[in-house]
């Protein structure tokens, strides 16, 4: 037994949260291999405010979990003590329709939501990967997840306008609120969202909304070199288009740039058409129906669906590159044996790569090279998942450059004992 | 007014304990800081003399009121990191200044401070449009950026009202909105990347620039909109947007506030996302008038709504928002037939401010918001607090997002209407906070709204943003004493750092 936890028993736990929401971890609660010793599911905000105070004044390790889709984000734990479950603080708090914003407890699942609000024709204009598994909202602004979407409405930052969240301390604060334009006090939903649950647990988040588009269509060419998909790219960047995604597919089986459009029918109908007419320049051009618009492509997205050996990454460049991060990857892995593929929003500067085949040293070179080429450039590599022996060899943010003493001494001043998930973050946080 | 320093004071008086008290030789006096700025800045970049140093005690805000002990005015990025570095190793608090328009005292200067005006850091860097950026210096005019990418069919999307003067840096600051906001976002969506000279003068980048989701914390999207008060952006990546294949813009006249605002909830409900909805009541057609004669129509209110997007859509949803206006009782639609019309349309919306010296001496600017379901009843609410007040409140505001602009009008010659009106508008925020709403939703808290920020945040929320404000500026040398009603001790050592001999040395030289 880790001698931090020696002070603190289970019916410590069970005293807050009752004794049916605290158990003894099981080998499924781990992280990257490293074996949290309780499971805490509180109820409420005072709950976790009464957990985490707890944790600070005995230096338990604790990571918040919310539906668990993106626990293979981020270096293997330093330590690990207590997995804090958002699963039943799993409300919608209020929904005025005729206001367009909603706020939502964080355990609540993205899906479920997304179906909630589907009733009164709106949506949260976020399409994360992981929301079919059972994302939930807490999580999707911790690791903020973006999908396809962003192309049109942008990302976690762009949509959430308030936040409550626990520090490591037990102190509950908020910022923002519920209306959409809203400049009192910093903005502190935006420097949470992408903490991975560094800085405290998101307890509840508050989201601009859109109207729910009538009709899609998708418009997808076949492509049949790199420095085709770079120029088709652009083309749909630079055009009048409107699109909600420009989405790349790159592999074996799979050349493909597919434009996603959306909205009321004739406007769709239109839009598809001059989508069209525009990609018959670079390859063969087809229209997909209604019902394949969800599935916007054959590729599945790498790191999404955690499991195996499966080493996927993210890489992050200037949209105009597009044609050099396919090349960079493509020989990067040829000359180590090492296959990929790729998925991504072409349009937005963000590739989704797999790696598969080789062995561990030929992938670690690998994300080596590609990393020293896209930070050089402006960019970053991230490993977005990885088996957690990989994950010891090659951290997995990448250099921060400058930011790194300021992000340390933000760290420093909301979580000052480190108890949050230590070790998962950027520069050793 | 204010006690202008005398020349022998000694600087950086800021917060509590003995803070700056200097010891003997090592103390700055006002002489030899003036030698030393002009040694990094040359004589042309310091203003020291006091009818000069006037100019600069007021932003767009003019009922606060502060003589900086020095303006200084660089010229380059290297200029300000020296600068606030010569600041924070002697301890002098330092207010950084775009334009000058902002309108709730964030550049109001300090006491006994240095006042860095940003205006001279004026070039557009960079256009980029393969990436759809551009990569500007703080002091570049909001509408420059649009006008360096037109050529390319491109803009610059947040357009607040002073765009033809206030500058990208002070916008950045304050996180501006503007009219188009509600469906193209505010400063904050669409700044990507900054350079930033941290209180201490070391330089970050924040943000990715050109590359998206750059790995760490989301340090740029705290940043903009912390009215200054983290340090001092220097190179500023913008994103750019496409023009609209098309545009459609009408101006609608209803009998009352109420039912353009039903015309409003219709036009939202019906799953559309207006470019702009923007409302005018009968006092504020008054006076815009009289002041640039849009040729507005005599009524209880009217709304502009702008619509833009790909063709087909548009025209489509241009019907359904004229039927929507015709269903709520609308008396008269006019529909801009082209550009010149549309700019006569925005021509009277965005003069509405500063028409109201047309009908009144004197006026007081609010900002604040309501969720966009309780305008009907703050409205009503607004108009009553002026009656009982005995005063005029003229109204315009962004509808779509709930933002209002109540203007009080007052004369600041018959005594006591100053703070009657200023009293007035205290009670009109503090109604928009029991609807549910914000103090401020483009002007910012700066010095103006500190009082009331305790009304809508905890003094928990408030310390936990402070966190924020100690891990950026924990000596709170920049701009100090705005937003925050109580500032947070940092836990660090109180008042001057103890600069290392070896440096000391070298500053000393410059004297």
């Known amino acids: 037994m880790d001698t931090r936890t020696q002070n603190v028993s289970l019916e410590d736990l069970?005293?807050?949260?009752?004794?049916?929401?605290?158990?003894?971890?099981?080998?499924?609660?781990?992280?990257?291999?490293?074996?949290?010793?309780?499971?805490?599911?509180?109820?409420?905000?005072?709950?976790?405010?009464?957990?985490?105070?707890?944790?600070?004044?005995?230096?338990?390790?604790?990571?918040?979990?919310?539906?668990?889709?993106?626990?293979?984000?981020?270096?293997?734990?330093?330590?690990?003590?207590?997995?804090l479950s958002t699963a039943r603080l799993n409300e919608i708090v209020e929904h005025v329709p005729g206001d367009q914003v909603v706020r939502v407890q964080a355990g609540m699942k993205l899906r479920d939501l997304q179906e909630q609000l589907a009733g009164s024709n709106q949506m949260v204009g976020i399409d994360p990967p992981e929301t079919g598994a059972g994302a939930t909202i807490g999580g999707v602004v911790a690791a903020n997840s973006s999908g396809p979407r962003r192309y049109r409405y942008g990302t976690i930052r762009d949509l959430i306008i308030g936040v409550t969240v626990v520090l490591a301390d037990g102190t509950v604060a908020k910022s923002g609120g519920k209306v959409v334009k809203n400049v009192a006090g910093y903005d502190l939903q935006k420097l949470f969202t992408g903490s991975l649950g560094t800085l405290g647990l998101i307890a509840s988040a508050n989201f601009r909304l859109h109207p729910l588009p009538e009709a899609a269509r998708t418009v997808a060419v076949e492509l049949a070199d790199t420095a085709a998909v770079g120029q088709a790219a652009q083309a749909v960047m630079h055009s009048q288009l409107v699109p909600s995604s420009v989405e790349l597919h790159?592999?074996?089986?799979?050349?493909?740039?597919?434009?996603?459009?959306?909205?009321?029918?004739?406007?769709?109908?239109?839009?598809?058409?001059?989508?069209?007419?525009?990609?018959?320049?670079?390859?063969?051009?087809?229209?997909?129906?209604?019902?394949?618009?969800?599935?916007?492509?054959?590729?599945?997205?790498?790191?999404?669906?955690?499991?195996?050996?499966?080493?996927?990454?993210?890489?992050?460049?200037?949209?105009?590159?597009?044609?050099?991060?396919?090349?960079?990857?493509?020989?990067?892995?040829?000359?180590?044996?090492?296959?990929?593929?790729?998925?991504?929003?072409?349009?937005?500067?963000?590739?989704?790569?797999?790696?598969?085949g080789g062995d561990e040293e030929a992938k670690v070179q690998v994300v080596e090279e590609l990393r020293e080429v896209w930070t050089r450039r402006g960019g970053s590599v991230i490993v977005r998942a990885a088996p957690a022996a990989f994950k010891r060899r090659v951290e997995v943010w990448g250099p921060l450059g400058s930011r790194l003493e300021l992000t340390r001494r933000v760290n420093e001043k909301f979580d000052p004992r480190g108890i949050l998930n230590p070790g998962r973050f950027v520069g050793g946080i | 007014m204010r006690r202008h320093g005398a020349s022998h004071s000694r600087l950086g008086k800021v917060w509590g304990d003995g803070g700056l008290e200097w010891e003997g030789a090592s103390s700055v006096e006002r002489g030899q800081l003036i030698r030393t700025m002009e040694g990094i800045l040359g004589p042309e970049g310091v203003i020291s003399e006091r009818e000069q140093l006037r100019s600069y005690e007021c932003d767009g805000l003019m009922n606060y009121r502060v003589i900086p002990e020095l303006v200084v005015l660089p010229e380059t990025a290297e200029h300000?990191?020296?600068?606030?570095?010569?600041?924070?190793?002697?301890?002098?608090?330092?207010?950084?200044?775009?334009?000058?328009?902002?309108?709730?005292?964030?550049?109001?200067?300090?006491?006994?401070g240095v006042l860095i005006v940003l205006s001279r850091l004026r070039r557009i860097l960079e256009v980029d449009i393969p990436n759809q950026r551009v990569v500007v210096e703080p002091g570049v005019i909001n509408i420059w950026v649009s006008q360096a990418v037109a050529d390319e069919g491109y803009y610059y999307a947040p357009d607040p009202a002073s765009q033809i003067v206030s500058s990208i840096g002070g916008n950045l600051a304050e996180n501006s909105g503007g009219v188009h906001c509600l469906k193209y976002g505010f400063t904050s969506n669409h700044v990507m990347g900054a350079e930033v000279v941290l209180p201490d003068g070391s330089?970050?980048?924040?943000?990715?620039?050109?590359?998206?989701?750059?790995?760490?914390?989301?340090?740029?999207?705290?940043?903009?909109?912390?009215?200054?008060?983290?340090?001092?952006?220097?190179?500023?990546?913008?994103r750019v947007v496409r023009k609209p294949e098309a545009v459609r813009t009408l101006l609608a006249a209803f009998k009352d506030t109420e039912e353009a605002g039903d015309a409003v909830s219709g036009i939202?409900?019906?799953?559309?996302?207006?470019?702009?909805?923007?409302?005018?009541?009968?006092?504020?057609?008054?006076?815009?008038?009289?002041?640039?004669?849009?040729?507005?129509?005599?009524?209880?209110?009217?709304?502009?709504?702008?619509?833009?997007?790909?063709?087909?859509?548009?025209?489509?949803?241009?019907?359904?928002?004229?039927?929507?206006?015709?269903?709520?009782?609308?008396?008269?639609?006019?529909?801009?037939?082209?550009?010149?019309?549309?700019?006569?349309?925005?021509?009277?919306?965005?003069?509405?401010?500063?028409?109201?010296?047309?009908?009144?001496?004197?006026?007081?600017?609010?900002d604040s918001v309501v969720p966009r379901t309780e305008l009907g009843a703050v409205l009503k609410r607004i108009s009553e607090i002026g009656n009982e007040a005995g005063m005029r409140v003229a109204n315009v505001f962004h509808a779509g997002d709930g933002n209002l602009h109540p203007l009080v009008l007052y004369d600041n010659d018959v005594p006591g209407e100053a703070e009657k009106a200023e009293d007035v508008a205290g009670r009109i925020v503090l109604t928009c906070l029991e609807h549910g709403g914000s103090?401020?939703?483009?002007?910012?808290?700066?010095?103006?709204?500190?009082?009331?920020?305790?009304?809508m945040l905890t003094a928990d929320d408030l310390n936990v943003m402070q966190l924020l404000r100690c891990a950026f500026?924990?000596?709170?040398?920049?701009?100090?004493?705005?937003?925050?009603?109580?500032?947070?001790?940092?836990?660090?050592?109180?008042?001057?750092?103890?600069?290392?001999?070896?440096q000391k040395a070298g500053l000393a030289e410059n004297f």
């Open chain 1, 14 to 83: 069970q005293n807050i949260v009752g004794e049916q929401h605290a158990r003894e971890a099981a080998a499924e609660d781990a992280i990257d291999g490293v074996e949290p010793r309780f499971v805490a599911e509180p109820g409420s905000v005072e709950e976790v405010s009464a957990l985490l105070k707890l944790a600070n004044d005995e230096g338990l390790a604790v990571a918040p979990r919310g539906g668990g889709t993106m626990s293979r984000l981020g270096n293997p734990p330093r330590n690990l003590d207590l997995v």
């Open chain 1, 250 to 356: 790159w592999g074996e089986d799979a050349k493909l740039l597919t434009v996603l459009l959306e909205g009321i029918p004739p406007a769709v109908e239109a839009q598809a058409e001059t989508a069209s007419f525009l990609l018959r320049g670079f390859g063969d051009v087809r229209e997909r129906s209604d019902e394949e618009a969800e599935n916007l492509g054959p590729l599945p997205v790498p790191g999404s669906f955690t499991g195996g050996d499966e080493v996927a990454l993210k890489i992050s460049a200037p949209p105009s590159e597009l044609t050099g991060v396919l090349d960079s990857t493509w020989g990067a892995c040829s000359r180590r044996g090492v296959t990929p593929r790729a998925t991504g929003q072409a349009g937005i500067g963000v590739t989704y790569v797999s790696l598969s």
């Open chain 2, 80 to 112: 300000v990191q020296e600068v606030v570095k010569l600041c924070h190793d002697e301890g002098i608090p330092f207010v950084a200044r775009g334009s000058g328009t902002g309108l709730s005292g964030g550049a109001l200067p300090v006491e006994s």
């Open chain 2, 203 to 238: 330089v970050v980048n924040i943000g990715g620039g050109k590359a998206p989701d750059a790995p760490g914390y989301e340090l740029l999207g705290a940043f903009v909109g912390s009215e200054g008060t983290l340090g001092i952006a220097t190179k500023i990546t913008l």
């Open chain 2, 268 to 366: 939202i409900g019906s799953g559309i996302v207006p470019a702009a909805i923007e409302m005018m009541d009968s006092l504020c057609i008054e006076a815009v008038e009289t002041a640039v004669h849009p040729g507005f129509p005599q009524a209880g209110a009217v709304l502009i709504v702008e619509l833009d997007g790909p063709h087909a859509e548009v025209e489509s949803q241009f019907e359904q928002t004229i039927r929507t206006c015709e269903e709520a009782g609308a008396s008269e639609i006019r529909i801009a037939e082209d550009d010149a019309e549309r700019a006569l349309f925005w021509k009277g919306r965005k003069a509405a401010f500063a028409a109201m010296g047309r009908i009144s001496n004197d006026y007081y600017v609010q």
């Open chain 2, 439 to 455: 103090l401020t939703g483009e002007h910012g808290i700066g010095k103006d709204k500190m009082k009331y920020m305790p009304k």
């Open chain 2, 473 to 502: 500026d924990p000596h709170h040398l920049c701009n100090p004493g705005k937003i925050f009603p109580t500032p947070r001790l940092c836990g660090e050592r109180p008042g001057p750092f103890r600069m290392h001999p070896v």
